[in-house]
């Protein structure tokens, strides 16, 4: 696969995710984050094994362990992601969420040494100051909704990270199924525990679970998981930080929010990064930017 294919489907889920924000508030209005979170994982489930399930006669004992090991990071930084929103404000928690674009390439130093692109550091940091242009809109205080968000950045960090590192080794689809089967059992015992049942009939609330089963997990997972296999984690991360983005702009359309000065500054700049560790521009050998070891 040619990496600007993979960059593309990158792509498509960040626009995908931003979308979710809009049906995700949708969705909250019939049914608790926690039974949004079983249903999406559940059905999303079924439909991979659907389509998908040929692939399960094939699974090894290293791909069985490896999507368990992502489905319980994925559950753990949406949980954590949901609690903290009890406490905090969704703009403070999506960009605490996003912060895991500078964490990425941190776990990536401290586990390999490896050096790190100048350029995609300076992409990340572009990005996750745009995010804060279209997030932050109050004084930045911390608190305990606050302390969660940052803990559920790094659950998604390592998301990515894993996920980069399995997937060049791993089929991608097996280990979304497994994935997605782990994080659908975590979600619903959880779930019947609390006493409540996994999903209601309400045509508002299911409607909502379908399409983020469907489109912000089952397609978006697949295009991320599929695309990490010819890119780094680093600028798989950048690339995701567009979802910011795209929910900024459906939530203009679609919830008739204010689109602001310092909103347009921010997506200029979450756009900059992108474009700073994409191609790279070429500067004189002497240049300040080099390869941070």
């Not at 439909?47 to 990071?73: D, H």
């Not at 703009?91 to 401290?110: D, E, G, H, M, W």
């Not at 600028?235 to 567009?242: W, Y």
Request: aromatic fraction near 12%; glycine fraction near 6%; include cysteine.
């Amino acid at each position: 696969m040619k990496p600007y294919i993979a960059n593309s489907l990158l792509l498509f889920t960040a626009i995908i995710w931003g979308s979710g924000f809009v049906v995700t508030d949708i969705a909250l209005k019939y049914l608790t984050a926690y039974q949004v979170m079983a249903g999406r994982f559940l059905l999303a489930s079924l439909i991979l094994i659907i389509l998908f399930g040929y692939k399960l006669k094939k699974v090894t004992k290293s791909v069985i362990w490896k999507g368990v090991t992502l489905g319980i990071i994925l559950y753990i930084a949406f949980s954590l992601q949901t609690v903290g929103l009890q406490y905090t404000t969704p703009s403070k928690n999506a960009f605490l969420t996003a912060i895991n674009i500078i964490i990425v390439p941190i776990i990536t130093y401290a586990i390999y040494k490896r050096r790190i692109d100048g350029y995609e550091i300076i992409g990340s940091i572009l990005a996750i100051i745009g995010i804060g242009c279209l997030s932050l809109q109050g004084s930045f205080t911390m608190n305990i909704g606050d302390a969660l968000s940052l803990a559920c950045a790094v659950g998604f960090a390592f998301d990515i990270f894993c996920t980069n590192l399995f997937v060049k080794k791993e089929d991608a689809i097996q280990l979304t199924i497994i994935q997605f089967i782990t994080a659908a059992i975590i979600s619903n015992l959880v779930v019947i525990v609390q006493g409540d049942a996994p999903i209601t009939l309400e045509k508002g609330g299911l409607y909502s679970v379908v399409y983020l089963a469907i489109f912000s997990t089952t397609v978006a997972y697949l295009f991320q998981n599929i695309a990490n296999q010819y890119t780094t984690a680093t600028k798989a991360a950048i690339i995701l930080s567009l979802e910011s983005f795209f929910g900024m702009i459906m939530s203009v359309l679609f919830l008739h929010e204010i689109l602001t000065p310092r909103m347009i500054i921010g997506a200029v700049l979450i756009l900059s990064a992108i474009l700073i560790a994409e191609v790279k521009p070429a500067y004189p050998k002497k240049a300040i930017i080099k390869n941070i070891r």
